[in-house]
């Protein structure tokens, strides 16, 4: 499977933007299982809404996984329904901390189809490689939770 994973923009003093290393670990987990993975660090490239939907509309994905802090909670909502917009059947993952912690508020965005609860590493494989049976899959929250 085509995973596209996104970080979303967020402040930080100039010269010490790092790629997130939960991201990283996630990335990594899912290409060791066999799956070809994209990272697009907003944080990093601060696209404008226009030049992020352009080029989210030119990459080829089946699944994408948005993780982030409370803090960029619009931001992972914007990604989600940039995503959405491409293609209404994609599925869309949110993970991070805002998942872990503010997972009622995300479900309530149509474009967030699940969110993975505290670590998630073995969480997004396995949901990767089940997505047609992702309510088996532990360590989730659908909308309705």
């Known amino acids: 499977m085509k995973i596209l994973l996104i970080n979303p923009e967020y402040r930080v ?6 790629f997130p290393l939960g991201l990283g670990y996630i990335a990594a987990c899912l290409a060791r299982a066999g799956h ?3 990272a697009l660090d907003l944080n990093a490239e ?7 939907k352009k080029l989210i509309a030119g990459m080829d994905f089946d699944m ?7 803090t ?12 959405k917009e491409k293609n209404s059947g994609i599925p869309v993952i949110c993970g991070g901390t ?11 965005n ?5 969110c ?5 590493e073995k969480t997004i494989v396995s949901l990767a490689n089940n997505w047609a049976e992702r309510e088996k899959v532990k360590g989730l929250a659908f909308c309705g939770a």
């Open 110 to 114: 149509e474009a967030i189809d699940v």
């Open 46 to 52: 601060r696209h404008k809404r226009r030049e992020l």
């Open 64 to 70: 994408a996984g948005i993780s982030g802090m409370i």
């Open 36 to 38: 070809s993975v994209t």
């Open 72 to 83: 960029v909670f619009n931001g992972i909502v914007e990604a989600a329904r940039i995503i």
């Open 116 to 120: 993975v609860l505290g670590e998630g």
């Open 98 to 108: 805002a998942a872990s912690s503010a997972y009622r508020f995300l479900l309530r």
């Open 13 to 18: 003093p100039p010269g010490n933007i790092q």
